[in-house]
């Protein structure tokens, strides 16, 4: 068998030196563990509805973290009570059965 030569070792050497550095960076910088929300369910009551020319009828509520959850294709009035879902700390919500 052959053996590597000088500048293969080095530029493996330097491949896997890069490698668990970007892993040891990327985990201790952004976990990937912030990629999966928390659902959060919560009743709400529908604070305002207007429509857009290309998304459509939206709704706004206003939920328990004091972030305002937009509601895309909403069907519901002002002042409904609904049950939202959506992600801690994300601005969007669906309205779910609960």
């Known amino acids: 068998m052959e053996e590597m030569s000088d500048s293969k070792k080095y530029g493996l050497m330097f491949l896997f030196i890069f490698i668990a550095a970007f892993i040891i960076i990327a985990t201790l910088i952004f976990p990937f563990w912030n990629l999966i929300r928390e659902d959060v369910y919560e009743e709400v009551e529908i604070m305002g509805k207007w429509t857009h020319d290309i998304t459509g009828i939206k709704c706004l509520v206003d939920t328990s973290d004091n972030i305002p959850k937009t509601i ?3 069907d519901k009035e002002v002042g409904d009570i609904v049950t ?11 309205i779910v059965n609960p």
């Open 72 to 74: 895309d294709n909403c």
């Open 84 to 94: 939202i879902k959506y992600g801690k700390d994300m601005a969007y919500a669906e």
